[in-house]
């Protein structure tokens, strides 16, 4: 035969596949044989090539022989498909009851070479029956576009550079119908040969400078450089090219600003490149340009999410070691500072008790001021206590009732009030307010802002508490718990929430500072928002958000 023959070759053992090529090589038959060793890069080859002849195994993992010969008998119906297995005799036989198919034993690989010839023998008869209508260029056009397209959608789904470069060389090749292809990438000053997919060796994996080779040309003048004799164009360093089978090419740059690599095609005998070859080179050049910056952007994420994610970590772990340390505290706290609390607040009763009447009510009023020091200490310790708590403690979420949860704490603050009229104080909650969290979280933060309602409201002449909700302009719940007491000066709402602020003195309202600090944290582990309104003498609302 005077031109090689294009073979498809369906087989997962590389020893297989290359004792099948040198034995059609010593057969006599000149053949340039594609190996594919799955089923999606199988029917891609189908989609992407044309072929003289289609050679498959019984079977692969993942995919078999019968299902791979009906798909060339719907892609290309006319070129003979021959399995290859070592579980068959040299037989022709029907293949499945849609289309006959040779099949040769691999213990009888002699017997390949002339099955195949005479495979095509009765494929060149029935195509001089039934000849073909002449070729519709707008159609040959369509077909290419159609290939382009599957490049397109393969690059899509690339996630590496070669994974790019295994598309683009079997691809650069079968849209120019040519006997080789290769990738090249610009490495600073040099042009790297990355990849190739060719009839013979070509130069994979050297480096030659830009300013000596046809693909460093082409990126350094961002245009396409057509040669159809490359031993008459000087931009050819001919030496490179003479053991090589290339007499004709194109190479293209890889995007047309700032270049960064080629892709080159090659043809054993003199070919004149045509418009429409050229074209869908450029186009093709586009695509891998679109397909590596994608890659690059997959791999910049990938990376900025590995580091986010060990920065977590460490924070985490550092979280952990904090919390920790803050339970070791709060431990300290509760053992080593009320101790001595204790100790003076008891030898303050035992004096006032037992020597009362040796000290002068000036002594007596020095003691109960130390007394009530010591308790003032001890709420403080206490309210600490409950705010580290607070942010450690693990969630645990539910549906709560917070209608239920807010008149228990009403009717207890009812019962620890004995001094204030329970008919004094109209308190309104709210029917079926349900919200998503944990419940002992939210039982606290409910305690602290209806405890304070109830402080500020304490020298109202008509103390009104509500709870109750309302949705805002983003359709979420918004809680809130207002009341008609003290309130305080709304310049000062945004220092509020911190820990130890307080709006009052000891002599008007007792308190620690610590409970609205405890509350803003106990919203913000649910995701949500707190904020204030109010005015002096007229109140004071609190609304907040659970996520």
């Not at 499945?96 to 009888?108: M, Q, T, Y």
């Not at 450089?225 to 090419?249: C, G, L, Q």
Request: charged share 25%.
């Amino acid at each position: 035969m005077d031109t090689k023959l294009r073979i498809l070759h369906l087989e997962d053992n590389e020893n297989d596949a290359e004792l099948i090529r040198l034995t059609l090589s010593r057969s006599g038959l000149a053949c340039d044989i594609r190996n594919v060793n799955s089923g999606d890069d199988y029917l891609a080859a189908l989609q992407w090539s044309d072929f003289d002849v289609i050679l498959s195994d019984s079977g692969i993992p993942g995919y078999n022989g019968m299902a791979a010969m009906d798909a060339a008998r719907d892609r290309c119906p006319t070129v003979p498909f021959i399995f290859v297995s070592g579980q068959i005799q040299l037989d022709t036989v029907t293949g499945g009851a849609r289309h006959p198919a040779d099949r040769v034993s691999k213990s009888e690989l002699d017997k390949l070479g002339p099955a195949i010839e005479s495979a095509l023998q009765r494929s060149q008869a029935l195509l001089a029956r039934a000849p073909l209508p002449p070729a519709d260029p707008s159609a040959t056009a369509l077909r290419a576009m159609q290939k382009l397209v599957g490049v397109v959608q393969q690059l899509s789904l690339a996630r590496n550079l070669q994974a790019v470069m295994d598309i683009v060389r079997h691809a650069a090749r079968d849209l120019a119908e040519a006997d080789g292809a290769s990738f090249v990438l610009r490495d600073g000053e040099l042009c790297f040969y990355a990849e190739e997919d060719a009839i013979a060796p070509l130069w994979k994996g050297q480096r030659f400078p830009l300013s000596t080779c046809v693909s460093g040309w082409a990126m350094l003048n961002k245009q396409t450089a057509v040669i159809e004799d490359i031993y008459k164009d000087p931009r050819v360093p001919h030496d490179a090219y003479r053991p090589t089978f290339v007499k004709s090419m194109v190479m293209t740059p890889i995007r047309s600003t700032a270049p960064i690599g080629a892709i080159g095609v090659y043809w054993a005998k003199l070919h004149a490149p045509t418009v429409e070859e050229t074209e869908l080179l450029k186009a093709l050049a586009d695509s891998t340009s679109v397909a590596i910056e994608s890659v690059d952007l997959l791999a910049n994420l990938e990376k900025r999410v590995t580091e986010r994610t060990q920065e977590l970590h460490r924070r985490s772990a550092e979280l952990e070691v904090l919390n920790r340390e803050l339970e070791a505290f709060s431990y300290s706290v509760a053992h080593d500072l009320r101790a001595p609390l204790i100790t003076i607040d008891g030898f303050s009763q035992v004096l006032l008790e037992s020597f009362s009447t040796q000290l002068d009510e000036t002594g007596r009023g020095h003691l109960e001021r130390i007394s009530t020091a010591v308790r003032r200490m001890h709420r403080l310790i206490n309210d600490l206590i409950e705010l580290s708590k607070v942010v450690c403690a693990p969630m645990q979420r539910s549906q709560v009732d917070l209608s239920r949860t807010a008149n228990e704490i009403i009717t207890g603050l009812r019962e620890n009030s004995p001094d204030r009229a329970p008919q004094t104080t109209e308190v309104f909650v709210a029917p079926d307010l349900n919200a998503e969290g944990d419940a002992g979280l939210l039982r606290i933060a409910l305690e602290n802002l209806l405890s304070n309602a109830w402080k500020f409201t304490s020298k109202t002449a008509a103390p009104r508490i509500d709870v109750g909700t309302r949705k805002d302009d983003q359709g979420r719940d918004v809680y809130f718990v207002r009341d008609n007491g003290a309130g305080f000066d709304p310049r000062f709402a945004r220092t509020l929430f911190g820990p130890f602020q307080r709006f009052h003195t000891q002599s008007q309202f007792q308190g620690t500072g610590v409970g609205l600090a405890t509350v803003q944290r106990i919203v913000h582990r649910h995701g949500g928002e707190i904020w204030a309104e109010a005015a002096v003498d007229q109140g004071a609302c609190f609304y907040f958000t659970l996520g």
